[in-house]
Nanobody, 125 residues
Framework: QVQLQESSPGLVKPSQTLSLTCTVS??????????WSWIRHIPRKGPEWIGY???????GYSPSLKSRTSIARDTSKNQFTLQLSSVTPTDTAVYYC?????????????????WGQGTQVTVSS
């Protein structure tokens, strides 16, 4: 079955850039009509969709995070990455990578069918 695994950066200092990698197993991120997203769950708030990269390399971002977000991919490693710049303690969350449902252009967490286990990222000095 398809599996997604996030890297574990752990602690990030304020104003730095948060970098995460998602490794996908048993499926190609270049397969037609699939979108691959980053989602986060902030304590005491609901899950928040961050952005996606799709099978052809096209990206899309949440308007609220777009100015600080970059998502890229390495098809040779079957990985996609997240960079979130100028982080503050409000970016502390569990970060997930996830696969969008086939032929669905995701913009909310419920648009995804397979998720990684999540990784805790804490922003603190």
């Amino acid at each position: 079955q398809v599996q997604l695994q996030e890297s574990s950066p752990g602690l990030v200092k304020p104003s730095q850039t948060l970098s995460l990698t998602c490794t996908v197993s048993n499926a190609s991120i270049a397969t037609d009509y699939y979108y691959w997203s980053w989602i986060r769950h902030i304590p005491r708030k609901g899950p928040e969709w961050i952005g996606y990269i799709n099978y052809s390399g096209t990206t899309g971002y949440s308007p609220s995070l777009k100015s600080r977000t970059s998502i890229a991919r390495d098809t040779s490693k079957n990985q996609f990455t997240l960079q979130l710049s100028s982080v503050t303690p409000t970016d502390t969350a569990v970060y997930y990578c996830a696969r969008g449902r086939w032929r669905v252009i995701p913009n909310e967490p419920s648009d995804h069918d397979i998720w990684g286990q999540g990784t805790q990222v804490t922003v603190s000095s």
